[in-house]
């Protein structure tokens, strides 16, 4: 329901399970629309470990919407990353006692109650480390046509409950 750039953000981050800084410090640098792989650098990571994203059709929508005037996905006025109060700033308006954070709770909420999708592969969307250091020594794969799967399925769940993305 809301506008603006911070909303658009916001939809953006409930899609993509990403968390707030992933999310205002996205580059266009880091989209490849034509595979459709968002890769977050380790950098950026909590986890200090490159992250690829899935974007679902209603993600590529968002961002084949937004223009390319600077280096960020989310640019402020003077071409800056978005602040950290913009999509907080949001869900205030929108009056929702919530915090963008616990959107990521939604998703994992829903995943464990809607799907039987392995705890691992819903983790893995929210780019948390689970297992043991034997089990991460052995584990090397990201997951991520599975991850895609849930991905696809969380973006209808949405689209058909709340958002009017159509693609």
Not at 105 to 129: I, K, Y
Not at 136 to 157: C, G, I, M, N, T
Request: include cysteine; charge should be positive.
């Amino acid at each position: 329901a809301a506008e603006g750039l911070g909303a658009v953000a916001l939809k953006f981050l409930l899609l993509t399970c990403a968390r707030s800084g992933e999310v205002r410090g996205a580059q266009w640098s880091e989209i490849d629309l034509g595979t459709r792989v968002w890769t977050i650098p380790a950098s950026r990571m909590k986890a200090g470990k490159e992250h690829r994203v899935w974007l679902s059709d209603a993600v590529l929508n968002i961002l084949e919407s937004l223009p390319k005037t600077s280096s960020f996905v989310f640019s402020s006025s003077k071409g800056r990353e978005l602040s950290d109060m913009t999509l907080s700033a949001v869900m205030r308006r929108l009056q929702l006692a919530a915090v963008p954070h616990g959107l990521r709770s939604s998703f994992r909420t829903w995943a464990a109650e809607r799907t039987n999708h392995p705890r691992e592969v819903c983790e893995q969307c929210l780019a948390h480390t689970t297992g043991s250091e034997v089990e991460l020594a052995y584990q090397r794969s990201d997951l991520f046509e599975k991850r895609k799967q849930v991905l696809k399925e969380w973006a209808s769940f949405v689209v058909g409950e709340s958002l009017s993305i159509q693609r």
